[in-house]
């Protein structure tokens, strides 16, 4: 193995196995590579870039470039593995318990919070999207690393929670919050609330909604913290109106969780905590609707729904007149004034989602959280939304099933198997129509429905959720085939679920492509939230912690990505839990948004906490190429070339980590001289600063040849990321008029 040095411009090289030596770094590598072709057959590639030979030894090398742009490729996609491949996923940050990568099998060490360090459990679905001013050039847009935030708390200690503002690449928490005071009270985010974010006040900075606590624990009231331009968070407005979440005995809040919309049109924006609207620069109480407000409460009292659940109502373009929004809070749609659109067609409230799932006219109102899961017509008939069909959540309840499940699922908790989270829609199985999942105590359930069969049980996978039974779930098309995969987590583990229509009993027909089991959770209305979270432009999956009595030092979160590069790209927004795409824009922008299906959406998205891919195409990639510099001599010996890493992709960043490998061409033999793993991500449309290399004892060789992604350090024969042209990675060195 000969010595191969490299020098780079503004960057410091500390890894492990490199010693730095005044103005470069000796590269001897600690290990053999996994996979060295000593003997192996090349062609040269005859679109290969080469250098231009040299005469004479230089006076003086060049310095290394500065990074530059470059102009992208129109059309850079890539084909995602087949339908059905199980999916490869490795743990790209955490700030939890030890973790073990499901693709590598390392150990990712423990994760402790310097601020409000006995905060770490998480009960509620995160928010994502660009929220801060990260490159400081005055303006938060795309430009900038997206961000999650979150509720943290300590369940087993006290009722209030802080918030904690995160990086997407999980290198800094920019701010923790808890108690702070409004008005000379002091207040602290609720444990079990959830966020919503968006702009709210209209000043250009954005702020999180939640529920927040007074210090006797027991009254709690809707409140905003502003993100302020120093990433810091500030207690912006706390409502004079009292929110129920005084459960029992002084603790275990209700869950609430608003959502946010410009319900009237008017430019500003409004916030929605059940059946109530609050103005959103203030928090002002605007009306309350006194009916339906998206929950089903109860302590456990079968078939009554859980006990710490919260409100989950959202804003919606129900009747698609483009001008107003209706407020779909549970049995009741109210209109924007405060009166009320229809009452649906039962005297149960519960969980709502909407889309357009029978061919009758307007969207349909699904309803959960009550034992059944039912849908309702959109069409106001004297006051009414009539229902369509209703099926309970409980298979157990269904006497073709009940002694199957029993065999397939024998240590179900029955008491608790009813509840039903908030529900899912999207088209899992590809046909073109709606389906509606819902989770339960022990069974995952993919409800279809048809003219001729009405609603059934078209798909199942068994779960264990016995603390609420009322988890939610999200949905993302992972590898682009036009069907959804549903992404859930229950008490035990992360699950990724396909559609295998080749089977015809329902607990058959969903395919784990991934289990998680690095995941535990003491549940409540939580679930994995997949976005564009690091500003890459590829989808991750963020999977939430808490402890419960058996699994006590679990908590916090962390973030997996595709191993393989085979997750297309998402977009960067996921900004409340009933969340629809439509309901906040690419910009960050909310107004009366548009319904997500046909013919007000041209990508006819028809689904409900489902994620799309980003808006400048599911399947874009990057491409990668290099740039050399003519070999350069001091004097006769050693010489020096400078590479430059190429992305002409437009809109897929590679992340750092990728291998750069030198091989010396001999005949037939290609012979690896050595190979550095790349510290800096490459950008797209942008030619990297240069890595200048010191190559030793070259005259044994032809040719030199530099691979970027070099095939042969990673697993697969493409190297570890996707491009739309795996075939002009290399870069021909020519030796033959330097001097020995």
Known sequence: MQLL???????????????????????????????????????????????????????????????????????????????????????????????????????????????????????????????????????????????????????????????????????????????????????????????????????????????????????????????????????????????????INNSHHAAHVPSLGDIDNDGNIEVLFGDSIYEGDNLNLRFAGGSGAGWNNSWFEYPNGYWNSGYHSFMYDVDGDGNTLELVSGKTIYNNDGSVYCELDTDNDGYPAIANITSNTGPEIVLTANQHVSIYSSVEVGGVCAEIDTISNSPYEDSNLSSILELEHPDCDLSRRSFGGPPTIADFDGDGSAEIGVSGACWYTIYKHTSSSGLFRYAMAQTRDWSSASTGSTVFDFDGDDRAEIVFADEDALYVWGFDETQSNPWEKLVPYLVDENHKSWTIHEYPTVADVDGDGKAEIIVLNSPRPDFMDEYGLYVLGAADDNWVSARSWWNQHAYYVTNIEDDGTISVSSPNYAPFNSDNLNSFRQQAPGSFGEKAAPNLFLEGSEPCQIECGDFEVQLQIGNEGEFITTSAGLYLSLYGISGSTSTLIDTLEVPFDIYPSTLSQGLTFTVSNWSQYDTIEAIIDDPQMAPDSWGFAKECDENDNKYVIFLQDLCE
């Not at 590598?29 to 590639?45: G, Q, V």
């Not at 230089?58 to 470039?65: F, G, L, T, V």
């Not at 928010?127 to 400081?136: F, H, K, M, Q, R």
């Open 5 to 247: 040095t490299f020098s780079l411009i503004n960057y410091l090289a500390c890894s492990a196995g490199f010693q730095k030596e005044g103005s470069e770094v000796n590269l001897q590598p600690t290990t053999e590579p996994t996979s060295e072709p000593t003997s192996s057959p090349t062609s040269e590639p005859s679109s290969s870039p080469t250098t231009e030979p040299t005469t004479e030894p230089s006076e003086e090398c060049p310095d290394n470039e500065e990074e530059s742009s470059i102009t992208p490729l129109s059309d850079c996609t890539y084909t995602p593995n087949p339908t059905g491949t199980p999916f490869s996923a490795t743990i790209e940050w955490g700030m939890s318990h030890e973790l073990i990568d499901p693709a590598t099998g390392d150990l990712v060490s423990a994760y402790s919070f310097a601020d409000e360090s006995e905060m770490t459990g998480t009960f509620q679905a995160p928010v994502v999207g660009n929220l801060t001013d990260d490159n400081e050039d005055g303006f938060i847009n795309d430009k900038d690393i997206p961000d999650i935030a979150l509720v943290m708390g300590n369940e087993f200690g006290e009722d209030s929670g802080v918030i904690r503002l995160i990086s997407g690449r999980g290198d800094v928490i920019h701010d923790t919050i808890g108690w702070s005071s409004f008005n000379n009270t002091s207040y602290a985010p609720a444990i079990f609330a959830g966020l919503a974010t968006g702009d709210i006040d209209g000043d250009g900075k954005y702020e999180i909604v939640t529920m927040v606590t007074e210090s006797d624990l027991t009254t709690c009231h809707p409140a905003a913290y502003e993100i302020t331009s120093n990433r810091t968070l500030t207690l912006q407005a706390v409502s004079e109106e009292t929110l129920w979440c005084n459960v």
